[in-house]
């Protein structure tokens, strides 16, 4: 079966909007979120760097930060 000419147009506009969007997520810079503060780019999709991971180390009872 042929493809419709529509059909080729639907496939052409998501994949535009696919590389809008990548783009869009690996320009992200300085977004604070749960996890750290997020700075993406075209070769780290993850986007969190040291300050996002942290030791802690329960000491009676409380959560108690240990330097890196």
């Keep these: 079966m042929k493809p419709s ?4 147009a639907a496939v052409l506009l998501a994949s535009a909007f ?4 990548r783009d ?3 320009s992200t ?3 604070v979120d749960a996890n750290g503060v997020v700075n993406m ?3 780290d999709h993850r986007g969190l760097d ?3 991971r942290v ?3 329960i000491s009676d009872g409380k959560w108690v930060c ?3």
């Design 5 to 8: 000419r529509l059909s080729r």
């Design 18 to 21: 696919r590389r809008a969007l």
């Design 24 to 26: 869009a997520l690996e």
């Design 29 to 31: 810079r300085g977004l």
């Design 41 to 43: 780019s075209t070769t």
């Design 50 to 52: 040291g300050r996002a």
């Design 55 to 57: 030791m802690v180390e």
């Design 66 to 68: 240990q330097p890196h």
